[in-house]
């Protein structure tokens, strides 16, 4: 399998991290990034590729 695995601490996303873990289920993919609707989230591939806290998605 290609590809890669990324992990960044879930505090550098408030909103995340207050959020139950159904909501952060609760996950759409898409060309920019991942969006959480009901929490008014996005986080962009960018952002996790540098590995910048709080970056979202513009």
Request: aromatic share 6%.
């Amino acid at each position: 399998m290609l590809g890669r695995t990324l992990g960044v601490p879930l505090a550098w996303f408030p909103r995340l991290l207050s959020a139950t873990p159904e909501a952060r289920a609760d996950v759409t993919l898409s060309p920019y990034g991942l969006h959480w609707e009901a929490l008014d989230e996005d986080i962009s591939v960018p952002a996790l590729m540098a590995e910048v806290p709080g970056m979202a998605a513009e």
